[in-house]
């Protein structure tokens, strides 16, 4: 099956900083999905990308699917956005994930 | 606003303990699905379902069973509990199993002693 690996496993920020996360996947995928989940648990859906560029606020992801890798960016970074980032891709109906990226944003 | 609830955030059971897991939602969707999440392991599809009283295995049925006797709830059950299933459970939702995504719940944290 279609193998989802994300880098860096770990990531440390100050407050304000930017990052990129990374997602890239072992074949061909018609969409993908970035996920955060917070602290207590919550998933939340960030983009449905299967490719190009979008945009909310702070936070814009870029697919490119030929390349089959997918990037999610972090812009000004705040202590609310520690958690943990998911990339996902569906194969027949079912979600398969990432390991996460784990993020912590210091004041 | 799309909603999925379930029945408790942490829950503590017994070794050999038959336990349930509850998951509503309340946005007409077809499909439902049961996750595990473990540390450097992400989420593993236990099991999902597409329609009232159908199921499909996922990644890691073994040990866990499912009942959808309602369009909007998804129950989850741990047969005879045991400790290598402490883990945290999600449960998500979808309108259709192509292109759309998934809605998850909050999560319920389990210990099994």
């Known amino acids: 099956g279609i193998q989802v690996e994300q880098s860096p496993p770990d990531l440390i920020l100050q407050e304000g900083a930017n990052s990129t996360l990374r997602c890239n996947f072992s074949?061909?995928?018609?969409?993908l999905q970035w996920f955060h989940q917070n602290p207590w648990g919550q998933l939340i859906n960030l983009f449905y990308?299967?490719?190009g560029t979008k945009q909310n606020g702070r936070l814009s992801a870029t697919t490119v699917a030929t390349e089959r890798y997918s990037l999610l960016y972090i812009s000004s970074s705040q202590t609310t956005d520690s958690g943990v980032y998911f990339c996902a891709v569906n194969q027949g109906g079912k979600l398969i994930f990432g390991q996460g990226t784990e993020l912590s944003v210091k004041p | 606003d799309v909603k999925v609830t379930q029945s408790s955030r942490y829950l503590v059971k017994r070794t050999g303990e038959k336990v349930f897991l509850e998951c509503v939602q309340d946005?007409?969707?077809?499909?439902m699905f049961w996750y595990r999440q473990d540390p450097g392991l992400g989420l593993r599809l236990i099991y999902f379902?597409?329609?009232?009283?159908?199921?499909e295995k996922g990644d890691i049925p073994e040990g866990y069973s499912v009942s959808r006797e309602k369009k909007e709830r998804f129950s989850l059950i741990l047969e005879s509990a045991s400790t290598n299933q402490t883990s945290m459970y999600l449960c998500a939702s979808s309108p259709g199993l192509t292109v759309e995504t998934q809605y998850f719940g909050p999560g319920t944290r389990l210990l099994v002693l």
């Open positions: 946005m007409d969707h077809e499909n």
């Open positions: 074949d061909s995928v018609n969409n």
């Open positions: 379902s597409y329609d009232v009283k159908m199921k």
């Open positions: 990308i299967p490719s």
